[in-house]
C-alpha cells in the first residue's frame, strides 16, 4: 500500500492489526523528496527504528541534530519530537518499523465474576468519570504528549491538555476559546461504532478523531485527540505542517483508546468497590443493635484515615532533619525534633473523635513550626479567627492534612513568598472554615474535576478530609475548592457548631 504525503511517499509491507496482538506494529520504507523536510512533528505513543536506505540528510531529535547517511540507523522512543531533512539531492529511503507503546496505567480486575452485580449498581455518571480522570491523571494523562480534550456526559471539559500544536494554538487558541473552535463543538454521530469512533476535519485542514467513553451500557462522555495533517483528507496547502503518515494516525489512536479503556477499567474497580461498601453498609444495618461493634468501627476507620494521612509527612519530615544533622545545624535540628515531638503526642495520645478548635489550631502551629525551618521568612501564616468558636468542637486533626495539601500542590517552587491564610467565621449555626494559599492559581475546568473527585473516596489527597467530615457529620456539611478574584486558591469547609461548654468573648483570634 503507497500513501503519498506533501514530503514524498510511504510504501507500507505491513500495517498494525489491531485484532491480532502479535502484530501490533507497522513496517514501511519512506522516501523523503530532495529538497523536502519532514516538519518536526511528535512520535505520539509510539516507538520507531530507522535504518538509511538511501542518501543523506539531518535528524532534529528532541532539539538535537545528528547528520545521517546510507548504513546508519536510530532508535526513537515514544512522544519523541523528530524533523528529517533532506539535504542530499536523491531521495532519502528508510526502513521504518513502528510500534505502539502501552503505558502501565489500567486497573485490571475480574469483571466477569462481577457481571450480575454490575448490571444492578447504582452508577452516578454524573461523577464517576471526574473520579476516573483524577485517579488515572498523574500516572497516564500528564505523561504523554498527546493534545487531547475529555468531555463529560454534559459535554463540560473534563480535563485538556497543554500540549496542542502551535498552528492551533496561533489559528484558534482550543484552550483558551473551546466555544469557537470547531474541533471542540458538539456533534451528533449517529451509530456511531464505539471501537472504530469517529474522525473530523476542522476548517483549517487538520485531522481529530473522536471517542465515546461507555460504560456498563452508558456513555459517561468523550474524548477527542490528535489534532494533525493528513493530506489526502484537505485541500489547503501546509508547507509549514507535518504530513502525517498511517504509523502516527495508528498511534494516536491507541493512545485514545488506552485512554478510553483506563477510564472504563477504573469505573469497573470503583463499582466492585462501591458494592462492598453497600454490602458492609447492610451488614452494619443488621448488627445496628450492637452499638459498641458500630462505635468500635467508627474509632478504628478514623484511626486508619489518621494514619494515611499522616505517613506521608512524617517521611518528608524525618528527611528533613536528616539533612539538618548532616549539615551541623544542632539547634534548628533541636527544635524540630520538639515540634515533631508535639505532634506525634498528640496523634498517640487523643482517642476522641472530636477536638476543641483551639486543640486543632495549636497542632496545626507544630506543624508550620516545622515548615518555616523550611522556609524561613518566605513562610506567611495569617490566622482570622472567630473568638466565638475557639472552643467549638471539630473532627480530630482535619486542618493540618489541608494545609499539607498546599504545601503539597499549591505552591510553585518559584513563589518568593508562601502565604497560608486560615479564616473561621461564624453564619448562624454553621462554622465556614476557609484555608487559602496564593500558590499555583487552578482554572475553573481543574477546580470541578477536583471538587468532583473528592467527593468519591478516589484514595487521593483531598479525598480523606472529606471522608473524615462525612463520617463526623453524615451529609450535615460541605467541602469543596475554591478560587477568589486575587488569584488565591483555596479549600472551604461547612460544618455544624458544636460547642463545649462556656462563654465566649467575642472578637477575632489571632496567631503570628
Given at each position: ?14 500495517t ?91 486497573i ?41 480534550t475529555i ?53 483549517y ?32 496547502d ?5 504530513d ?21 477499567s ?20 443488621v ?46 535540628l ?14 498517640m ?41 475557639i472552643n467549638?468542637?471539630?473532627?480530630f486533626?482535619?486542618?493540618?492534612p ?40 487552578l ?25 473524615k ?24 469547609m461547612?460544618i ?17
Amino acid at each position: 500500500m503507497n500513501q503519498k504525503t506533501e514530503w514524498g511517499h510511504i510504501n507500507w509491507i505491513h500495517t498494525q492489526n489491531d485484532e491480532n496482538p502479535r502484530q501490533s506494529f507497522s513496517v514501511g520504507i519512506t522516501c523523503v523528496l530532495p529538497g523536502k523536510s519532514l516538519q518536526e512533528h511528535i512520535h505520539y505513543g509510539i516507538d520507531q527504528f530507522l535504518y538509511i536506505l538511501d542518501g543523506e540528510g539531518i535528524y532534529i531529535i528532541n532539539g538535537v541534530e545528528k547528520k545521517f547517511k546510507k548504513g546508519m540507523f536510530f532508535y526513537l522512543e515514544a512522544d519523541t519530537s523528530h524533523t528529517t531533512i533532506n539535504k542530499g539531492k536523491t531521495p532519502v529511503r528508510e526502513f521504518m518499523v513502528s510500534h505502539p507503546v502501552s503505558y502501565d496505567s489500567e486497573i485490571n480486575i475480574d469483571s466477569e465474576s462481577l457481571e450480575k452485580d454490575y448490571k444492578t449498581a447504582d452508577l452516578s455518571q454524573g461523577n464517576l468519570i471526574y473520579s476516573a480522570i483524577e485517579a488515572i491523571r498523574m500516572q497516564l494523562l500528564e505523561t504523554i504528549s498527546l493534545p487531547f480534550t475529555i468531555y463529560d456526559e454534559m459535554w463540560s471539559i473534563v480535563i485538556q491538555s497543554n500540549k496542542f500544536p502551535a498552528y492551533c494554538n496561533e489559528m484558534c487558541d482550543p484552550k483558551g476559546n473551546t466555544k469557537y473552535c470547531n474541533c471542540m463543538l458538539q456533534k451528533d454521530f449517529n451509530d456511531l461504532d464505539i471501537e472504530e469512533g469517529a474522525q473530523l476535519t476542522c476548517e483549517y485542514g487538520l485531522s481529530v478523531f473522536h471517542y465515546p467513553i461507555m460504560y456498563n451500557g452508558k456513555q459517561l462522555g468523550s474524548i477527542r485527540g490528535g489534532h494533525i495533517l493528513i493530506s489526502d483528507l484537505t485541500t489547503t496547502d501546509h508547507d509549514e505542517l507535518y504530513d502525517s503518515p498511517r504509523s502516527t494516525i495508528i498511534g494516536i489512536q491507541s493512545l485514545l483508546k488506552q485512554i478510553v479503556r483506563s477510564i472504563s477499567s477504573y469505573c469497573t474497580f470503583n463499582t466492585s468497590r462501591n458494592l462492598l461498601v453497600e454490602k458492609d453498609k447492610s451488614l452494619r444495618e443488621v448488627l445496628s443493635s450492637n452499638e459498641i461493634l458500630e462505635k468500635s468501627l467508627n474509632i478504628v476507620n478514623d484511626k486508619v484515615t489518621n494514619l494515611r494521612i499522616n505517613h506521608h509527612f512524617l517521611f518528608n519530615t524525618l528527611n528533613s532533619l536528616a539533612s539538618m544533622s548532616l549539615s551541623g545545624d544542632r539547634y534548628d535540628l533541636y527544635e524540630a525534633i520538639i515540634n515533631l515531638s508535639k505532634m506525634f503526642r498528640y496523634t498517640m495520645t487523643v482517642d476522641l473523635n472530636f477536638v476543641s478548635l483551639d486543640a486543632e489550631i495549636e497542632y496545626l502551629e507544630t506543624y508550620l513550626n516545622l515548615q518555616r525551618l523550611r522556609y524561613v521568612s518566605q513562610l506567611e501564616v495569617q490566622y482570622y479567627i472567630d473568638q466565638e468558636l475557639i472552643n467549638m468542637m471539630v473532627p480530630f486533626n482535619f486542618l493540618q492534612p489541608v494545609v499539607e495539601n498546599a504545601f503539597t500542590h499549591g505552591f510553585s517552587p518559584s513563589d518568593d513568598k508562601k502565604i497560608i491564610k486560615i479564616i473561621v467565621r461564624k453564619s448562624e449555626d454553621t462554622a465556614i472554615i476557609t484555608i487559602i494559599n496564593n500558590g499555583i492559581p487552578l482554572n475553573q475546568v481543574t477546580m470541578n474535576r477536583i471538587n468532583k473527585s473528592i467527593t468519591s473516596n478516589t484514595g487521593h489527597g483531598l479525598s480523606f478530609i472529606y471522608e473524615k467530615l462525612k463520617s463526623a457529620y453524615s451529609e450535615d456539611f460541605m467541602m469543596k475548592v475554591i478560587s477568589n478574584n486575587n488569584g488565591e486558591t483555596g479549600v472551604i469547609m461547612y460544618i455544624p457548631i458544636r460547642c463545649e461548654e462556656g462563654k465566649h468573648d467575642k472578637g477575632y483570634y489571632r496567631r503570628r
